[in-house]
């Protein structure tokens, strides 16, 4: 079955930086796109970073653009999100998520706290 388990959530300072890993099994995790979104209670989830199977695109919400940057290893099934400059908005519940065959599977989510 398909499995997302994120890592790397943390209390940071504003201005800090922080990476988050997913590691992904259960499908054929190289040729899919993958995808990071994050939530904050009270509001929908939020998408913030798509990356395509070979690495060969990466795209970004404005919000974050210039300041993440997507990755991912297919050697490891892998998809990491390195945040930098982070800034309080940026705290949420970061998700990584993955479409196969229309349907969406979903980590549990890692906590990021951005607060000095």
């Known amino acids: 079955q398909v499995q997302l388990v994120e890592s790397g959530g943390a209390l940071v300072q504003p201005g800090g930086s922080l990476k988050l890993s997913c590691a992904a099994s259960?499908?054929?995790?190289?040729?899919?796109?993958m995808k990071w979104h994050r939530q904050v209670p009270g509001k929908e989830r939020e998408w913030v970073a798509s990356?395509?199977?070979?690495?060969?695109?990466?795209s970004y919400a404005e919000s974050v653009k210039g300041r993440f940057t997507i990755a991912r290893n297919n050697g490891m099934n892998t998809v990491d999100l390195q945040m930098d400059d982070l800034k309080p908005e940026g705290t949420a519940v970061y998700y990584c998520?993955?479409?196969?065959?229309?349907?969406?599977?979903w980590g549990q989510g890692t906590q990021v706290t951005v607060s000095s």
């Open positions: 998520n993955v479409e196969i065959s229309g349907h969406n599977y």
């Open positions: 259960g499908f054929h995790f190289w040729l899919a796109q």
């Open positions: 990356i395509t199977s070979t690495s060969s695109s990466t």
